[in-house]
């Protein structure tokens, strides 16, 4: 019942089907997702009357304010069945008026829970976000109602659920949940931490942003459809220097930088825990004019995801609520599909926890070009020998989209009888629940 056919083989023995176990314990926190509890966060959210940024803070039933005080206190109310691992504050920094959305000293405040690891040598931290500010159709009005349920109240019920059950469980390394504010007025609170995040080196391995992600139908097209949810990524980061970017040519590692990887783990973990949905990848880091919270992480080097429902309606993202010429505008809980709300924050729960759990991912992982051959050396270092049962090496086609071999190996070298010239190759750590790590795309040695 609990176990997913992968397609591996023994190299130098005999090739097989190996089995995965589903982690159980992924499998229960999976079936935790509560469609209620999702439904009364966005409620919550929604009662504010606005979440601007530029809002009221002092009010203490309406703006922003009272909005990220609500998601503390929902934070809090976590802490006595986590084994005093989890912790809750606002961090908060001051925007000042920047000539483009902010006109007015502004205190910013993004909501964060962290769950320590388990493990004190082990700093990789895996986060969460979505975004808690929004806005009406003039993003600079700050007085009048914006529900603002599906953008991004979505986003952070999710956070919140997966906060709520993972709290209650151990991992390896830190998750931090966050719902980030100022991202309607340029992205400002991911901005600020993203920023910190890389001066104070912390060893973030995985940002999943949730932006729009509950609703499932597009009043254009008619297409209804909670059955799919679009996962954006970056190929190439932009912070690539212009050797590197060489050096990912001239090997054709256009299709595979981190955030990339991130994104097809995703989808390969998500699909194996959530039943009925599919992870749609986008090859793209965002939409047609609109951006996220994912990218200033990518932009600092980590990698960064965005998750957003399938099929966009925009007669209900940043506009008044109101009725013109028959067509009912606004951001309204009542467009809520929680089924499918459900779904994708499984998605991201089943994920996190995956990577939490995962040994850290092997490194110095090299590809060995000195020769000719038609085979292939791949070498690498077990960076987490405790936690660490074997590895997987991963193949593909260089035309295909998504890894097409998972071969294990309990050794820190294979040679594989397939031409380095023809194929991409990726490492990954896997422990005894098989929770991999996230691949590690070779270097090359002896050029
Ligand atoms: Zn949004």
């Known amino acids: 019942m609990h176990k997913i056919l992968v397609f591996l083989f023994f190299y130098q023995t005999v090739q097989a089907q190996v089995i995965i176990n589903k982690d159980v314990e992924i499998e229960k926190m999976v079936s935790e997702v509560n469609k209620d509890s999702l439904q009364s966060y966005i409620k919550n959210m929604v009662s ?43 961090d908060t920094t001051t925007i000042f008026p920047n000539g483009r959305r902010i006109d007015t000293a502004t205190l910013l405040g993004n909501v964060m ?44 019920a999710a956070v919140i659920e997966c906060a709520r059950i993972m709290s209650k469980q151990n991992f390896s390394a830190t998750i931090i949940f966050i719902t980030v504010s100022g991202e309607e007025q340029g992205l400002l609170g991911a901005n600020y931490l993203a920023k910190k995040a890389k001066q104070e080196g912390w060893q973030i391995e995985a940002v999943l942003n949730n932006d729009i992600m509950g609703s499932n139908n597009s009043n254009e097209t008619n297409i209804i459809d909670n059955t799919r949810i679009r996962v954006f990524s970056e190929g190439l980061p932009a912070y690539e220097t212009e050797k590197k ?120 992982v090299t590809i060995e070009t000195k020769k000719l051959s038609n085979n292939t050396q791949l070498n690498w270092t077990n960076k987490d020998p405790k936690n660490t049962k074997g590895f997987f090496v991963l193949l593909r086609e260089t035309t295909s989209a998504f890894w097409e071999k998972k071969i294990f190996t309990s050794n820190s070298q294979m040679i594989l009888p397939y031409s380095k010239d023809n194929y991409f190759f990726a490492v990954q750590a896997v422990n005894q629940n098989g929770n991999e790590s996230l691949p590690i795309v070779p270097i090359v040695v002896g050029r």
């Open 113 to 156: 829970a962290v769950l320590k690891g388990t493990d004190t040598a082990d700093k990789r931290v895996f986060i969460v976000t979505g975004h808690l500010d929004n806005m009406r159709t003039n993003v600079m009005d700050r007085m009048g109602d914006a529900p603002g349920a599906n953008d991004d109240a979505s986003g952070c």
């Open 245 to 364: 970017a060489s050096e990912v040519r001239r090997l054709g590692l256009e299709n595979d930088g981190k955030a990339r990887q991130l994104a097809r783990y995703v989808k390969e973990i998500g699909e194996r825990y959530v039943a009925n949905i599919e992870v749609k990848l986008i090859y793209r880091n965002d939409r047609f004019l609109r951006g996220g919270d994912h990218t200033p992480f990518v932009e600092q080097g980590f990698a960064a995801v965005r998750f957003t429902e399938m099929n966009e309606n925009y007669t209900r993202q940043h506009q008044d609520v109101r009725i013109e010429n028959g067509v009912e505008y606004g951001d309204l809980e009542k467009h809520i599909d929680y089924e499918y709300l459900r779904k994708n924050t499984a998605i991201n729960l089943c994920n996190l926890a995956n990577l939490a759990k995962a040994p850290q991912a092997p490194s110095q």
């Open 48 to 90: 504010f009357g606005t979440r601007n940024t530029l809002s009221t803070q002092t009010n203490p039933t309406r703006g922003i304010g009272a909005a990220r005080n609500w998601v503390l206190q929902k934070f809090n109310s976590f802490i006595p069945n986590s084994n005093g691992r989890l912790s809750a504050f606002i």
